[in-house]
């Protein structure tokens, strides 16, 4: 018998969805490639040469993540889209945030899973040089991102984490965040096939 009472037919299990930017972020604190590290620096590092620096400890890393206090200035990694005042007001502050925008089902037990990234930052800091170029902070933020997630196995469900507009047409990467003033951001929309049915008596 299913929780829904329903003991004939098969139907998805979303039970998962919600731990997805835990996933995320658990695989960017185990993971040690050089891509990994130069991401984390991007975002507690606001000066051009953030690259430059040295790779963060595991609790900094840590203390990055939002805790769900009120003081959001003081973290980089949020788990939800609407961004605080504090970075509004913010001279220097970059962040990121992960959080599930769509579900997108095609049948009783298979579903599109549809997750938005945004990498936003200050017009102050817009900029870092990497291999002795100046690039745009969160053009290369979301290039590194997907480099080291797109194709990943997230231990949800039965897909990979794709960024495959055959998967979906909502699958895009676009420069669409901005307060009109001094914070701007891109909004990158990742896509997974996911699959984890629970069936009834009458499926075995």
Excluded at 11 to 24: A, G, H, L, T, W
Excluded at 103 to 128: G, K
Excluded at 140 to 152: A, V
Aim: charged share 25%; net charge negative.
């Amino acid at each position: 018998m299913l929780k829904n009472g329903n003991a004939d037919v098969l139907y998805n299990d979303y039970s998962e969805i919600p731990f997805f930017p835990y996933k995320v972020i658990e695989i960017m604190l185990t993971e040690n490639s050089q891509e990994v590290e130069d991401f984390w620096k991007m975002l507690k590092y606001d000066t051009i040469d953030c690259l430059k620096k040295n790779n963060l400890t595991l609790k900094e890393k840590k203390s990055m993540i939002w805790d769900g206090s009120s003081q959001q200035e003081n973290f980089s990694v949020f788990f939800k889209p609407l961004v605080g005042v504090s970075l509004s007001e913010a001279e220097e502050q970059t962040q990121i945030r992960i959080y599930r925008r769509d579900i997108q089902p095609t049948t009783t037990y298979d579903a599109i899973v549809l997750f938005e990234i945004d990498f936003i930052t200050n017009e102050t800091t817009s900029l870092v040089k990497k291999n002795n170029i100046l690039t745009e902070r969160t053009d290369l933020l979301e290039t590194t991102f997907l480099n080291f997630m797109n194709g990943r196995d997230i231990s949800i469900g039965s897909g990979y984490l794709t960024f495959d507009r055959e998967l979906s047409r909502a699958c895009n990467s676009q420069l669409s965040i901005s307060n009109s003033r001094s914070v701007y951001g891109r909004a990158l929309v990742l896509g997974m096939r996911y699959v984890r049915a629970e069936a009834g008596e009458g499926c075995g």
